[in-house]
Each structure stands twice: as structure tokens, then as C-alpha cells.
């Protein structure tokens, strides 16, 4: 019996093994009209694609909102292993809640995706509150103990936060000062003798006021929260908010202070969409995290044409809206004589809100708008980064290459070759279904169009 | 036969894999009155404790001193990965001796605990000597040529080393200059070709001069040392120390002396403890290797109040004297909904001369002298570090948190709160056993703490 | 059957673990005369000798040229892990060709080994042009579009690459613009839609003018080239290099420019060899890099004497020539008692074109030519790395250390030391067989020697 147990074991791990090349393997082919064929991969087999259901791990959920963590980048493919020191931090809070104070080993950039955040990072000497609306960003520097109310009446706050961990490449941890029942207080982590040493004062009177007695629930006087989001009053956050600074007037910010992505002037921005971006060379915080940060609107229908990062690898989140997005990278195959032969492969995905996305440096990348969509982008090894456009008008880096170049790297002649590359005037952002559209729009011009041509 | 080993063998494995997880999986948990229970691990269950019996190997040993390695910090525990380019060397030698020159492939930052040094750098292009005393710091950049005298008549000389190898992240080799018994010569990896070809002399001369030939030593003529570290004579030592230069009067230093940590100013200072530091925005070595250098004196009876440093991983040297330290961890606990539950956890250990213990970024920390103690302190990552004290009356973060925050942070009443938090009037360093002491001192005051008094 | 197949299995597992333990732990020891006796390693037992055969892996090759990449480092020896972000490239082309436009995700630093290139980098506002020879030096920075031409009528293009890839530590890919027989155009992993829309047209005058339709090539008409390096007429070489510039004339250079490794005054020359060196601290390119590029000439029995970096690692690229090289580590014994002993160990090579070698840092290094040889060097963590030579006139840091240390250190007494030390006269080149030498010399001085001494 017990000699069998083990070829049994081997078997099932192989058919376990062959069971997963079968479920994460398939990869379909696209061929469409005279080109080669392309082969493709979507959904759960695309790996720089992190469904918000799926790749999200809750680490905090009560009825008044919930922390949740992305999983490693450097776990899910060998192409993202650069990425292995950033973890995707996802926070949401229902009206009037704070989030208790706390600290982490890790260094976050946070931003604001929806609804508006008083931020209070505390120090040794002092603190620094902030109102943070829509597009703010801020650094908390490792181990600044902080909390985050959503003084708003009506609308729920979401932040993501960008983590760079301390201690481990991609594990960190939040400290919170004071207990609750899902949490304990770090200070109830030191002994008896430390605390009564440290406050001057009997254990007792200690337990009574920062950790809750025994039997105190039952007698219903003092109590613990129940978690660490927790219900505020209006007069609560009334007071709280009173020190606070507003930050909605400015564009860049100084050392400390959250900065706002989209009061500047867009970086490319047309009647299909716009991009917002800050870059380590204009913001001192994002200069320590080498990090450029973008907001990025496209409307219903619209393109964000062809174009790759020259080194920077970027971090998308869907703030809002849907979008399908290729990108185009190599595949490997071994081929018999000991030569390898690179596929170009296409990873595509369905986005939708709080999903993540990865865009290696270098990858080309498209993304077609199927809503009024927004994501919010973090570069990681920003600087000196310069996007290439391979359509369009401007920044078109194939614009570039001389003319009898093209003549020998392409099949058609240079001039056609010129002549193609030059026919769409557009830059950055177009319609998708230029054709469509222009039959659409022969028939009426409806007044959501008109509302759009006045926005942009 | 055959086929009953392999399932033997699997099962020895799991057994074996069982007794581990029983063997390093022991924690008690603390249960103290009214508060709840915290998991403690203590001992050789604690993974930031190396007792220095246990966790030095020794690289060399001979009569005259020793030099040992602590083992790989990433190698204990995945909380401590991102020590992983860092390595400590601990070095002694008894008065009147020399350890020969070498070089080595790694940065050191080295420190003397006690004793007296006349530290060498040898470069190609001249020598730079300098005489080291207790607390003083040096950087011996990666393959410099340095020997090491102890000139002193009777005290042994101990120093620690901070390692940063460069080939390998912890991996680095002393590369030395002269064959001794337990030890060969670099320069007699060469062929005999390139020697002759090099020195311009026969291979017979060669190894007459710079090796010692076979049979030399029956002769009793000219012999190889024994070890790397021989003994001198007073003529000998006297000449080597003329050139040297004498660095007690300096604090802080230009880019290549010695710098000596404990004659500035400390940083905090009463009379339960002391403690000296040098941060890397004023001391170009230090910026180098960006790390801060601390040491610290508690008083018998003193505790170094509950802190935690922002972004600095510290290792920890206890130089001389006892105590008990407790770090507040969290301890991860996989619960049934996928949902994950952080417990907080201490990690407590009796300290003694030359133990070693690592305190990671943002995990609060409290030391307890149960003697007169120093320890040294090396911060990794150190830029920028900021200390948060947890109690006491200057650089207390929580006394900075609003009241209305408290109020809802902890059990009970804010004002309650804010006059525990309050009313500890000392700051830093207190005394461990206020009650005792009291009590004692009503009694009578002793000579010792008027001495003690004086010194503060 | 199947019972037995699992020990069988696993039998010849520990067969082939014991083979390769064979076929690679062989090393041989030397015993020259009255030393103690050297282990060394050579040949393939050599990790440090990358066989220019065996090591290199083929990316593309065809009738025109070929791309080979050095296998990983890191993988090859525990080391060498920190070259684990580094890759070697090696590029040939014959006369009249191109390697097509195409961007890559990872930094590259581009050395002219042998003939003449047209390197042109194209961004999306321009492109600029730069004719190369040999020892020319230039920055690619990641994502940058290029293209390179031989445009000699008669001389092959050599070319070696440093790459630091971005998106991985170790893998980088080739992004090529157009579609070859070999290769794919990445344009072509985008969608019809997408391409449609980006460029303004109907998806088949795509196909046509970009990626080639199927049945042209029957058709004769607009063809595919066959692979990523092509031919070119005279006529398109002349116009290509119209707008070049040529840099043979400077030799150190602005941001973007290329420089010129040997238009310097060299750092050492004598008549047995000579040294060009460029450090960080003289190049902007470099110093992004941190990277030193050296050139090194050695006549015919000529010696590079010992000597070893103090914290740069180098990799050696021989361009030209033969030589054999001897590289001094040390090599771990486990001995009873848990002290480890470092016993030194030779690792030598006989180096002909194209191999590469690592020289980690610290590592002591001789090269002795037996042919007119010349190579290439990079090394990597080069700021403030300093060359200790081991012997001759200058540079030699054993002549800075104390004759009483001397003394004490080598078995004669410190005189002796210090007199063999300073026979040599010479300085980083010596005649690798001197005695010989002068007898031939005696008999006459041949017109090889006296062209040899006129030009050094």
C-alpha cells in the first residue's frame, strides 16, 4: 500500500501540472484578412492583467469601507520582476468614517480616485492635516503615523495607494496605535513593567483607558470599535476639519504637501480624450520615489493611440469606465537549432473600474475606450522617460525614420510607406471607428456630442 | 529493498519537516490581568536575536585574536530580507599584536567597541594611519590594503565591522598579502612565469623572500607566522605608531578620518541613559554607505522609552552590560474567509556583551538595562530616519494626535487619555521601576545614585 | 513496472548528479619548485572564462550578420551575482548592410570593436546620426528606436553591447518595427481596429504598404526582406551618411554623443602595452551607467602586471590576439571543527577573439599576450575605483606598506622584501619573459622589435 502511495503522488502531481499548462496555456490566434497570424492572449491567461475581483486580498472590511492588496507583480510573471518592491493598495470608506491612526513600513503615494479625504500625517513634532479632493496625490513617508477621514455627507472616498516596502522587497505592515476588535493595539505588545514604566501609571489605570477592561462591553460604559474604520459625527469632523488645509488651488505642491494632478494643463488633450501628467523633474516627492504620475480621460469611443514608454513601467488603474487595451509584447519559441525565434503576442483585457494593468517599459500598448473612461497611471523608473507615439501626427516616432529606410524595412515603397504614416492628422487621442462615426454623424449631431466638442 | 527506501525516505522527510515547525514554532502567550493575550517569542524562537555563542562563525583564531561573521540576516527571516547586502564582522586581539595587511571585497564601516587601534589604509599612491579609540568609526572602502595594530599594553581590543561586499550581496573574502601557516599568500597564485616576469627575479628568490621555503622552518632561520594576527614587540609597535595620527580631539570628520561618535553632544541625555549619533546628513562616510551610527548607555534600572524608527532597519551591537528588549511585531493569522488577521506579537530577549539584534523599520522597540549597558547601533537606510517615541514628555507622536481622535481611538474619554499620555514628565530614558524606586529611595539615598546624579 | 520506475528515476538523478559533479569539480594542482602547492581551475572548469563558442547564444543570423548574447552571469557563478543586471551583446555585420529600426527594453552601451558604423537613434522630435569607428563608445538609452549601417565597402562590423534591461534584471527583448521572413513587425500585434483607426486607413492598404500581403512574394512585386540585417545598394549607404556626423576627431563628448575610448592620451603606455581608460567622473553617459570602459594593448609577450580593482567588476571582451590570463580567488574548504579556511585558488584561461572573462573586484590579475592582442573592458560599479598594481615601479601598493609590517609579514627580513619589490624598474607592462629575451637580443635586435619600440 504504502509503496504505491508515492507513484500515485508523482502521477497526480503530473496531471496537476499538465491540468494548469492547459488552464493557463491557451492562447487563441488571431487571423484576420492577409496578415500573419497573431497570437493572443485574454482574460485570466494575459498576466499583466489583475482583475479587481480576482488579484485584490482584503486585508480590513467592516460595514464602513475595507483595505485591500494586490498581489506581487513579481509572482505573477518573470516579464514584471522589476516591479517585485511595489505593491497596489486599494482604500474605500463610506461617508463620515475615519480611518484610526496608524503607521507601516513602507513608503506610500497616495492618491485620491473619488469623493474627498482629510489626510493628517503625525510627527514627533507636530502635524500636517490636508484636504485632498479628486486627482490630489500625497507621499507618506515610511513610518508617519497618519488617519484619513471622508468628511463628505454623500460620497464614498477611494484612494490608491502606490507602496514601496522597507524591511522586505514586497511585505509590509500597518501598525495601529489603538485597539479595536479586529486589531490589537501595538502597545498592548510591550509587557507590563515597560508600560507602567513608560506612562508613569498602575496597568490597570493603562488598561482602563488605552485598551478597553474585561467585562467593560457588558457594562456598556467604554468600549472598543469594532474595526478600524470607524462612524464619525458631524461635529466631529466638523472640528477635525477646521485645521485642516484646502489644497483644491494648487497645481504643484512644495516638499510636504499633496499636489494635484489635474489642475495643470493636460499634456496631450483633444476632443477624445486628455492626459494629465506630473513627472519626477516637477515634484520633489515624486523625484524621491522616481515615479511619474498620470490621469488619463478618454471618451466613449476614443483611441489612446499606439505608443510605449521608453523606460518607465507603468501601474494603470481603471478609476472609472470600461476599455479594451492591447498590448503587444514577444513570446519566446524554441525553435530546432538552437536559435530562438521571437512571436510578437498580444495581451488583451476587458477593463473595468478598480481593475490594475501592467504596461512594461518598451511594450507598445492601445486603449479603446468602450465608456466615457479615467485611469489613473504610476510610472516606476520615471525619469528621463519619453513616450512614442507610432500614429498620429505628433511624437510619432516612425515620422522620424528617414525616408530610404523605410523603403528597406517595409514591402511598399518609401513614399507609400510616408503616405501612410502621415495620413492620420490627429494626435494621441482618435476615434476609434472613424468610418462609423463619420456615417453616424452624417445622419444628426445629438446633443451629448455637442456637450463633449464644448468640454475639450 | 530498493523500493521501500524511497517512501522511508519521504516519511523521514515529513517527520523531520514536523519537528521543525514543533522546534521553532513554540510561543507562549503572555496573559497579564485585565488586558488580552499576546503571543510572545523569546529566545532562539525570536528570529531578530542572535546570541552571539550561537550565531558567529568563526573565519580565523589563533592565540593572539579572532575575527567572526554573524550569519546572513535574510537567511533567518523573510522580515529582514532587505538586510541582505549586509553582513557584521566582529574582530578581537590581545596588547602588543598586529593583524596583517589585506584587503577585502566588500565596504567596511568599522567601529571600535573598546581598546585602542592604529587603523592603516594602504593605497597605491601613499598611507594613512590614525589611531582609534572606543567609539570611534572609520570607512575602510572596498579593496583597500589595512593592517590593524592593538597598541596597547594590556587591553584587548574589540571591533565591530559593518560589511557591504560587492561581488555577491553577502559574500566577501579577506585577500591576503602574505602566507602564513593557516593561511597562503594571494601573490602565490600566480604562476612562477608571471612572478619571475613581475619582480624581475628568479622564482628561488621569490619564494625565499615572500613565501618561506620548504624545510625553512626546521632550520629555524627565517619562518612564516603562524596566523594573520601575530604578536609585536614594543620597538616595533612604538615605530608604527609615530606616523600615526591621534584622532580624540575630533567629533566629526573630513571624507577619509576616523570620526568619533561619543565626543558630541548626545542627542538625549539624563541619568537613566545617554545616546550619541551621527546621521548621514553630517558625516560624508556615513551619507556613502547611507547609514546612521548610534551608541547608547542605559543605567542599571534604565529603560529606553518605547519608540520605533521610522524608515531605519537598525542592527543592534551590545558592546557591554545587560538588558531585556521587547519588539512589537504582527503575526500573520490565516482566517477562514480568505481574510487575513494581523496579531500583534513581541519578540523579547535577554541581551549580553556582543549579542547582536535587529530592530526593523517602524517596529516599536523598548530596552530594559538590568546592568550599566552600551550598545552600538548601526541604521541601514538611514536618510532622512526619523525616531517616534511612544510615551514620554519631547518627540511623543501620540501626544500630537488631536483629542477628538483619541477620543475615538480608544476606550476611554479623550482627556483621559491625553492625561495618561501626559503624565510621564521625563523623556527618552526613564527609570523601569518607578514604584521600587520610590519606595527604596524613601528609604535612604545611596552613594551610587549621588555618583549617578553627578555624572548626568 | 511502475513501482520500480520511481527509485530508477530517482537513481539516475543522483547518477547525473554525481557526473556533473565530476565533469565540473575537476581541478588539477600545481607544484612548481619549493611553494606550497595551488589548486586552479581552467578551461570549462574556469567560471570566470566564457568561451566565445560555447557561451554565446544566437538571437538572429543570416548570410548578412548575426546577434549573440552572453549567457547569464549570475547563473553561471554565485561570484558573479551582482553582474545579474548585466547582459553582453555581441553584433557583426558584413560590408553595404543594415540592421532594421528597432527599440529594446534595456539600456545599452555600444563599443565599436572593429570597422565603421552609421549609428542612428531616432526619437519622436528627430533623430540623430553618428559614423563610429573603432574604440567609439555611445549610450542607447531603453526604448530608443535605432538603426546601424556598415557602410565599408570591404570591412566587417564588430560590435559589443553592455545591456542593462529594465523591465527584468536579466532578460531584455528586440521591438523591430517592420515584419521579415525571421520576424514579425510589432505593429502587427495590434488589432484590425486598431490600425485601422490609428492610421487613418483601410486595414488591406495596411497590410500592403506595412506588413506585406500574402501571395505578393509569388507575385514578385512588393517583397518582405528575409531578415533584420539587409543589404544595401552604394547609393543608399551615400545617402544615409549625409547627414552623419563623423566623430573621429573628439574624444571625450556631450550628453548624447558618441566618444572616443583611444583618442585620449592613454592612462598607462609603455613598449610592452598600453591602457585607455574612461571613468564615470569624466563622461555623463558613463556616469548614468556607472560604468568604466578601458582599451588595453599588449604586445606579444607582453605582461599585464598583477594587479586588481578595488571595487569596479570587470568584463573583459578580447577584440584581438591571444593571451593567457591568470585570475586569483579564493576557494572555501570546510575543515573539521567549523572553521572555515580560505585556501587561495588559480583561475586561468587561454583567451582568444570574441571571449569574454570576469575579473570580479579585488580579485588579483595578470594577462600575459601571446600574440598582439587587444581588449575591451568594462567595469561595472566604477565610481572611485582605484587599480592597486601588485609589483613594478608605480601604482604598487605593496611598496606604500611599512618596512616594519614588511617585516613581520614575509618570512625574509624587511629589507630583502623591500629590495625584490623594488627590482622591477618598469611599471603596469612588463617583458613576460625577460631571461630570454636578452639572450635572444644579444643575438640581434630583428626589425619586428625595433618597429615595436618606435611606436610605443
Redesign the interface.
Known amino acids: 500500500m504504502?509503496?504505491?502511495?508515492?507513484?500515485l503522488l508523482?502521477l497526480l502531481g503530473i496531471l496537476f501540472l499538465a491540468s494548469l499548462s492547459v488552464s493557463f496555456g491557451i492562447v487563441h490566434r488571431?487571423h484576420?484578412?492577409?496578415?500573419?497570424e497573431?497570437s493572443v492572449s485574454s482574460g485570466k491567461n494575459n498576466p499583466f492583467y489583475f482583475n479587481s475581483d480576482r488579484w485584490f486580498?482584503?486585508?480590513?472590511?467592516n460595514e464602513w469601507g475595507h483595505i485591500r492588496v494586490l498581489q506581487r507583480f513579481d509572482q505573477r510573471s518573470?516579464?514584471?520582476?522589476?516591479l517585485e518592491n511595489y505593491r497596489v493598495v486599494e482604500f474605500q470608506s463610506k461617508p463620515n468614517t475615519?480611518l484610526?491612526?496608524h503607521?507601516?513600513?513602507a513608503?506610500f503615494l497616495l492618491v485620491v480616485l473619488s469623493g474627498k479625504a482629510v489626510l493628517?500625517l503625525?510627527?514627533?513634532?507636530?502635524?500636517d492635516s490636508n484636504i485632498l479632493e479628486q486627482g490630489h496625490a500625497q507621499k507618506i513617508?515610511?513610518?508617519?503615523?497618519f488617519?484619513l477621514v471622508n468628511p463628505d455627507d454623500n460620497e464614498n472616498l477611494r484612494i490608491i495607494k502606490l507602496a514601496v516596502p522597507?524591511?522586505?522587497?514586497h511585505?509590509f505592515?500597518?501598525?495601529f496605535?489603538?485597539?479595536t476588535e479586529?486589531?490589537?493595539?501595538?502597545?498592548?505588545?510591550?509587557?507590563?513593567?515597560?508600560l507602567?514604566?513608560?506612562?508613569?501609571?498602575d496597568?490597570?489605570?493603562?488598561?482602563?483607558?488605552?485598551?478597553?477592561?474585561?467585562g467593560?462591553q457588558q457594562q456598556g460604559q467604554?468600549?472598543?470599535?469594532e474595526g478600524v474604520i470607524?462612524e464619525?459625527k458631524r461635529e466631529?469632523i466638523r472640528?477635525?476639519i477646521r485645521h485642516a488645509k484646502s489644497n483644491s488651488k494648487k497645481a504643484l505642491s512644495s516638499q510636504n504637501e499633496p499636489f494635484n494632478l489635474r489642475n495643470q494643463k493636460p499634456v496631450y488633450s483633444n476632443r477624445f480624450g486628455r492626459l494629465h501628467e506630473i513627472t519626477p523633474e516637477k515634484n520633489p516627492q515624486l523625484r524621491d520615489l522616481d515615479v511619474f504620475l498620470s490621469s488619463v480621460d478618454i471618451k466613449e469611443g476614443g483611441?489612446l493611440?499606439?505608443n510605449?514608454?521608453?523606460?518607465a513601467?507603468v501601474i494603470l488603474v481603471v478609476n472609472e469606465g470600461e476599455a479594451n487595451i492591447?498590448l503587444?509584447?514577444?513570446k519566446e519559441q524554441q525553435q530546432q537549432q538552437?536559435?530562438?525565434?521571437?512571436?510578437?503576442?498580444?495581451y488583451?483585457a476587458e477593463l473595468s473600474e478598480d481593475d490594475v494593468f501592467v504596461i512594461?517599459?518598451?511594450?507598445?500598448v492601445?486603449i479603446?475606450a468602450t465608456s466615457n473612461m479615467n485611469f489613473l497611471a504610476f510610472g516606476i523608473?520615471a525619469e528621463?522617460n519619453?513616450?512614442?507615439?507610432?500614429?498620429?501626427e505628433?511624437?510619432?516616432?516612425?515620422s522620424?525614420?528617414?525616408t530610404?529606410?523605410l523603403d528597406?524595412?517595409?514591402?511598399?515603397?518609401g513614399e507609400?510607406?510616408v503616405k501612410?504614416?502621415n495620413?492620420?492628422?490627429l494626435s494621441y487621442f482618435?476615434?476609434?471607428?472613424?468610418?462609423q462615426k463619420e456615417e453616424r454623424s452624417k445622419g444628426r449631431k445629438g446633443p451629448l456630442s455637442s456637450i463633449l466638442d464644448t468640454l475639450y
Open positions: 504504502m509503496r504505491a502511495r508515492v507513484p508523482l488571431e484576420h484578412e492577409s496578415r500573419e497573431v486580498r482584503t486585508l480590513y472590511r518573470k516579464q514584471m520582476q522589476n475615519l484610526l491612526p503607521h507601516a513600513d513608503d493628517t503625525v510627527n514627533p513634532d507636530g502635524r513617508p515610511a513610518g508617519t503615523t488617519f522597507v524591511n522586505n522587497p511585505r505592515q500597518d501598525f496605535l489603538s485597539s479586529a486589531q490589537q493595539s501595538y502597545l498592548q505588545g510591550f509587557s507590563k513593567n515597560i507602567e514604566a513608560s506612562f508613569d501609571s496597568i490597570k489605570e493603562i488598561n482602563r483607558v488605552l485598551f478597553g477592561e474585561e467593560q467604554e468600549s472598543q470599535q470607524v464619525l466631529q472640528e477635525l483611441l493611440m499606439p510605449y514608454n521608453s523606460k513601467i492591447e503587444v509584447g514577444l538552437q536559435e530562438e525565434n521571437w512571436e510578437v503576442h498580444r488583451s512594461p517599459a518598451a511594450y507598445p492601445a479603446n523608473n528621463n519619453q513616450r512614442n507615439f507610432l500614429a498620429g505628433k511624437d510619432n516616432v516612425i522620424e525614420i528617414p530610404e529606410v528597406l524595412a517595409f514591402p511598399a515603397p507609400k510607406v501612410l504614416i495620413k492620420q492628422s482618435v476615434d476609434a471607428q472613424p468610418q
